[in-house]
């Protein structure tokens, strides 16, 4: 069971966009439309920010978009800004077993 | 609104058994849409899946845990609970519980605050 390939940094000043990579198989994210992003503070749980690919749940910023092609899943963060700076993690159902549920290592996003 | 609350020993023995309870109110357990589920962090590292109660009390467990992890419910107390048996090192994290609607397809849409376990001697 391997975990989902994040790059460990990205960055972006106030007002850019930024596009942080999530890469599996087809064991995975390409098989699959169920993969779903978290944002994570420091000391903080994780808070859902996409499920199933591109779906916001209510109360989510839509500054906050995210696609997929192939094995590789996208979240992009539009309009960045300074409370944006947290960890992002991206997860998806892997079909290695009956249910199996693979995160990837986590992306620290800095707002320069 | 939703909320759940992880309890349990913050600190266990090496070889010992750790034990969990995720309380959860303003939703049931029991009801059908959801399943509830257990994910750990080690400090400072990333997220791993520990499996998963559905409201019919049936489990899915992560492949590399599952000869130790047993998921279990508690309807009259809407509470699950966690069992991880012979624990080392490696497993001193912080335990989170979260709730999965069957509409979101394995996204987690609430979560706990999270309860750190140590394991140490």
């Known amino acids: 069971q391997s975990a989902l390939t994040q790059p460990a940094s990205v960055s972006g000043s106030p007002g850019q966009s930024i596009t942080i990579s999530c890469t599996g198989s087809s064991r995975d994210i390409g098989g699959y439309n169920y993969v779903s992003w978290y944002q994570q503070y420091p000391g903080k749980a994780p808070k859902l920010l996409i499920y199933k690919v591109?779906?916001?749940?209510?109360?989510?910023?839509?500054?906050?978009?995210?696609?997929?092609?192939?094995?590789?899943a996208s979240l992009t963060i539009s309009g960045l800004q300074a409370e944006d700076e947290a960890e992002y993690y991206c997860c998806s159902y892997s079909s290695t077993s009956i249910v199996d549920v693979i995160f990837g290592g986590g992306t620290k996003l800095t707002v320069l | 609104q939703l909320q759940?609350?992880?309890?349990?020993?913050?600190?266990v023995r090496p070889s010992q058994t750790l034990?969990?309870?995720?309380?959860?109110?303003?939703?049931?357990?029991?009801?059908?849409?959801?399943s509830w589920s257990w994910v750990r962090q080690p400090p400072g590292r990333g997220l791993e899946w520990i499996g998963y109660i559905y409201h019919s009390g049936r489990n899915y467990y992560n492949p590399s845990l599952r000869s130790r992890v047993t998921i279990s419910g508690d309807r009259s107390k809407n509470q699950f609970s966690l069992r991880l048996t012979s624990v080392t090192a490696?497993?001193?994290?912080?335990?989170?519980?979260a709730r999965a609607p069957y509409n979101y397809d394995y996204g987690f849409d609430f979560w706990g605050q999270g309860t750190l376990v140590t394991v140490s001697s």
């Not at chain 1, 749940?57 to 500054?63: D, E, K, L």
């Not at chain 2, 759940?4 to 600190?11: A, K, N, P, R, V």
């Not at chain 2, 034990?19 to 959801?34: F, H, N, R």
């Not at chain 2, 490696?90 to 519980?97: F, G, K, L, P, V």
């Open chain 1, 54 to 72: 591109v779906n916001r749940p209510s109360g989510i910023s839509s500054r906050f978009s995210a696609s997929k092609s192939g094995n590789t």
């Open chain 2, 4 to 11: 759940l609350q992880e309890s349990g020993s913050g600190l």
């Open chain 2, 19 to 34: 034990s969990l309870t995720c309380a959860v109110s303003g939703a049931s357990i029991s009801s059908d849409g959801y």
């Open chain 2, 90 to 97: 490696a497993d001193t994290a912080i335990y989170y519980c």
